[in-house]
């Protein structure tokens, strides 16, 4: 009898389990997608007519680059997006392969498991391979410059956290 209840529970904790992956992979499909539209979306939008970035363009006025620095972090830009764009390609295979887990019977979820966890990798490098961008931007700017670049990323980081709903690093009201 104990037996019996024990295994129930286990079953019941494999199903929860299950439900909550298949959520987290609707989810992160749903952002995933969405993302994929607005890349599209930023991608033609990236350059103006005359081919500058606005946004290196608002960091140049912002942060006060020369043409020189802004030459440098165009082509260290060109080498940092290129690398994300490869691990971004490599993201639909791994979506796939966990669909095709999602109707076997019975579920691995060991298997899901793993493939949500290389999911997980791959975003941690493209985040990685963000962050490393923005310290090739503090390594051709001035120290005076380096400040300015702080005090814009800082206020950007408020900026996102309010939208987001999360507001521990928010100034008080």
């Known amino acids: 009898m104990e037996t019996n209840k024990k295994l129930k529970t286990l079953i019941w904790a494999v199903i929860i389990l299950v439900i909550v992956n298949l959520a987290s992979l609707a989810f992160i499909w749903q952002k995933s997608f969405s993302r994929k539209r607005n890349h599209k979306h930023h991608s033609e939008m990236d350059h103006h007519k005359d081919g500058k970035d606005p946004f290196v363009e608002e960091l140049k006025k912002q942060i006060g680059w020369t043409d020189e620095q802004i030459t440098k972090v165009n082509e260290l830009k060109k080498i940092k997006f290129k690398n994300i764009e490869e691990i971004r390609d490599s993201i639909p295979k791994v979506k796939k392969e966990l669909l095709a887990e999602i109707y076997k019977t019975p579920v691995d979820t060991a298997k899901i498991n793993q493939l949500t966890g290389k999911l997980g990798e791959l975003q941690s490098r493209i985040e990685y ?15 005076q410059q380096k400040e300015k670049m702080r005090e814009y990323f800082d206020a950007a980081i408020l900026r996102e956290n309010s939208h987001s709903g999360n507001h521990e690093d928010a ?3």
Request: charge should be neutral; avoid cysteine.
């Open 129 to 143: 391979n963000f962050f490393m961008h923005f310290t090739d931007f503090a390594g051709v700017s001035t120290p």
């Open 171 to 173: 100034p008080a009201r």
